[in-house]
């Protein structure tokens, strides 16, 4: 039904009027489903929606408990996709005569239930105001995201009249430009559809516009949505693979990456610093672990602007990712039986995992699944299950026994304690408790080629770096609380808990404290942590404004409610970020575990200057120990077999950045020489040390 309201100006000489249509309403669903609800419009004068006329107001008027489950779109004939609000009112009740106007002084964000009044929408509803005509069918799309509240939509209008909103409209970017064409189809979580990607991509500091020709990738893609709760929030994220003119996959390289089929659009609507993933990944990867590379981007679907994402790496294995050996369905036999492996502890079923023989040994009524990722439970044997099934019994059994810290047959002889002790700070500096329980993955590689089962890659940060309600685990606001304890919060999946076990060995523990220690002065000081969160912040300083415009995320507790007043500007939600870290790396520091040999660069003097490296014997890594003696970044490690044949040659920059930590990756057992060499002199007499597998 059509409304024409005509006003009266006084002392004018032009007549201006505003014509309202009204939708009828019903029952929303709680299942997760689009509810469209219909609004015809004809007979509108006139039909072009622009400036002069086009779209200035639309109400609406919901009862249903739970506000925050419900996201509101509005859709225009053309398919502009608006959002209106999304996660507001947390568990308060209605939307009772809730406007949405670009000229309202505030933001749905900032009001509370039931929304009385006009506010600006989440997204602009000038977008609907680009020349289409506004005859036709218009959606108001309701997403009930969480099941056991319901509600009603009571009634919906929309209004058109003069001095209307334009627009926002994107342009140019200094990141990288993603453009996405479905034809018209629409993404969906299984399967992947057949779509064009585009990437606009200049260079380093260059301007990168979207009518310019496409410069680094222009060809297919099968695209489809990932994630679990992820895929609930507005921005959605995706996983695509590159193919070719015959709609194959087709390894390519992407922004710089290694070629690859396998990739992601990593969503930031809940990240409003945008690296949050990007450093815990940067911080594992300098740690000398494979970590997965992204770019930040801004993306467009369908004309339609969305936002930064990351365009990530995808983990699986293959020479540039997760090196480890190749698996096939014969290898079922012999040396080719033992790797290599990619597994994982998360959401799982009885048809992708399997149960382990063990609990967690401060929840013994816990029951724990490990899920199959590579290769994935469809392809994988019988043979492989029993093999990586009795492998990790055999790592459990030895973990829980008596001689559970002896160094060659205890847990050790099984997994790789360095990358787990990485593993372990990383999640915990961000207090990740989804890195101990449903993202934490780990690999094995072929017995001939180092065999231990190693933690990693990270992956999964969307909720770490913050204090968010609930368990004192990570709703603490002074730092404080172990993440890899969140089976103590009755999680959605039970951890494994291997670390409150290894964390009672207290060789692991005085390892873990000399890593922390030496770490704490280069990679992991604040003062490094922060430049690269500053010149991250500073790269996407114009990008996060039109990310703003499109989610209106600002200050507002998201699909990740943090605790405490939330930013009401990029920078302040920037320093927010930083003062958190302060905070959990002073608690850190107060309570690692275990006791470390004292470090320290001192200053030349007469006594003899010495390094040695603990432990020794070595396994598959070692700390340098640096008592009294002049290193510098230029100085070098040369390392030399019994015979004196040189078998690595290790600049002190990398060894400075990765905490002091040498690894002998592919050595074989028998004595070595360490030699520090600057200038061509040795620095101090070569060490010697050991190794023993």
Known sequence: MKKIVIPILLLASLTSFSQTFFGSGGAISDDGLNNDFLLNVSGLTPSALNASHGLVNVCIDITHTWDSDLNVNLIAPDGTDILLLSYVGGSDDNFTNTCFSQSAPSSIVSGSAPFTGTFKPMNTIGNANNGQNGNGTWKLRIVDTYAADVGNLINWNITFGSAAPLPNIFTSSNLPIVLINTFSQTIVNDPKINANMKIIYNGPGMINNVTDAPNAYNNNIGIEIRGAFSSSLPQKPYSFETRNSLLMQNDTVLLGMPAEHDWCLLATYNDKVYVRNTLANKLFDEMSHYSTRSKHCEVVINGQYQGIYFLSEKIKRDSSRVNISKLDTIDNVGIQLTGGYIIKN??????????LNYSPIDHPTFDVNLVYEYPKADIITPQ???????YINSFESALYSPGFADPTSGYRAYLSAGSFMDYFIVNELSRNNDGFKKSWYMHKNRDDKGGKLKAGPVWDFDWAWADIPGCSIFSATDGSGWAHKINDCGPDVNSNGWYVRMLQDTTFQNDLKCRWLTLRTGLLDTSYLFNYIDSTAFLLDSAQLRHQERWGTLGVDVGTPEIGTQGATFQEDITIFKNWITSRISWLDANMPGNCY??????ISEEEQSITLFPNPASEYAFVNIENAVITKSTLIVISDILGKSIETI????ILREGLMIR?????????FCRFIDKGVDVVKPVRFLIQK
């Open 346 to 355: 998360d959401y799982w079923d009885a048809t992708n995992s399997w149960l």
């Open 664 to 672: 002998f990756n592919n050595y074989v057992n028998g004595t070595y």
């Open 384 to 390: 492989q299950k029993t093999y990586i099934q009795t």
């Open 651 to 654: 600049p002190m920059n990398r």
């Open 598 to 603: 004292t470090l320290g660069f001192n200053d």
